[in-house]
């Protein structure tokens, strides 16, 4: 629950309603936020993916492309975020076990508000992407958990989540 300084709900005004927050007064400093999100699937799925043979194309390629427009437009999206100049989109991609993939986006700015929401909104994206792409090869993927690894910079400080 995020919080003002008097003990209120930020993205809440005096009658309850939904409001975009008020950055007017911040300080602009550089801000770095880093998501993963994972999908599960048959270890032939992923080996597929990897050895770029499902029949869409290079699944991954997709993906990264789908993630950098994801976070650049995610004010679209949600409808509290304010839209922000990224100034880097780095999306990588890993195994775990022969069934996980793992996506991992880093967003940076240097602006009056986070980049997390662009980071989420990143990893998800991708993880949706792979989905549609690799949805004819099965249906039973499973997307998630979906989180915030870490961030940097603002009035809130540094967070790093326990692994």
Known sequence: MMTGGEGRLT?????????????SDKAATARTAVAESRITMA????????????????????????AIQAAKRT???IPMCH??????????????????????AEV???????????????????ALTVYD??????????????LLRSKTGGKSGDYRAES
Do not use: Y
Not at 108 to 126: P, Q, R
């Open 83 to 104: 839209p922000l100049p990224l100034t880097g989109v780095n999306v990588s991609f890993g195994t775990s076990g022969d069934d996980t993939l793992t996506i991992a």
């Open 43 to 66: 270890p032939s799925t992923l080996s597929r993916i990897l050895d770029r043979t499902v029949e869409k194309g290079d699944v991954l390629a997709v993906a990264q492309i789908a």
């Open 11 to 23: 993205h809440f005004n005096e009658q309850g309603r939904a409001v975009m927050v008020d950055v």
């Open 133 to 146: 792409m690799c949805k004819a090869l099965q249906k039973d993927m499973v997307i998630g958990p979906t």
């Open 108 to 126: 940076k700015t240097t602006g009056k508000t986070g980049v997390e929401m662009e980071a989420l909104t990143a990893v998800s994206a991708a």
């Open 75 to 77: 004010s679209d999206w």
